[in-house]
Nanobody, 125 residues
Framework: QVQLVESGGGSVQPGGSLTLSCTAS????????IGWFRQAPGPGAKREGV??????????FNLDSVKGRFTIARDNAKNMVYLQMNDLKPEDTATYYC????????????????WGQGAQVTVSS
C-alpha cells in the first residue's frame, strides 16, 4: 500500500526557514518522480504543484514563486524526500503535501498515492 507521510511543518516569521520531510512506503523513490504540493487556507483554495524531481534525468521543477527559495531533494536510501524552504513569505502559508507525480518541464501532476494529512506551514509576524 502506497503511503506518504509529511512532517516538519510549523510557524515562522517572514524570512525564516523550514524543512519538510516526506517518508514514502509501498514504493521506492528511485524509480518514481516525486513532488510537493500546497494548499493555502480558505474556501476555494486550489492545491498547486510547488516542486518535483524527475527520476529519469534528475530534472527539477520549481514554481516561479518559490524559485531561489525552495529546494527539493530526495534520499533514495531512506526513501524520503525533503523540501528546504528559505526566506519564507506570508503567501507561503499553506498545508504542504508530497505525492508520487509526473514531473513535467513546466508543471507537476499528481500520479499516484492518496493525499496524506500534510504539513502545516504558517508564515506570519
Amino acid at each position: 500500500q502506497v503511503q506518504l507521510v509529511e512532517s516538519g511543518g510549523g510557524s515562522v516569521q517572514p524570512g525564516g526557514s523550514l524543512t519538510l520531510s516526506c517518508t514514502a512506503s509501498g514504493f521506492t523513490l528511485d524509480n518514481s518522480d516525486i513532488g510537493w504540493f500546497r494548499q493555502a487556507p480558505g474556501p476555494g483554495a486550489k492545491r498547486e504543484g510547488v516542486s518535483c524531481i524527475r527520476v529519469r534525468d534528475g530534472f527539477i521543477f520549481n514554481l516561479d514563486s518559490v524559485k531561489g527559495r525552495f529546494t527539493i531533494a530526495r534520499d533514495n536510501a531512506k526513501n524520503m524526500v525533503y523540501l528546504q524552504m528559505n526566506d519564507l513569505k506570508p503567501e507561503d502559508t499553506a498545508t504542504y503535501y508530497c505525492a508520487g507525480v509526473t514531473c513535467y518541464d513546466d508543471y507537476v501532476s499528481r500520479r499516484f498515492g492518496s493525499w496524506g494529512q500534510g504539513a502545516q506551514v504558517t508564515v506570519s509576524s
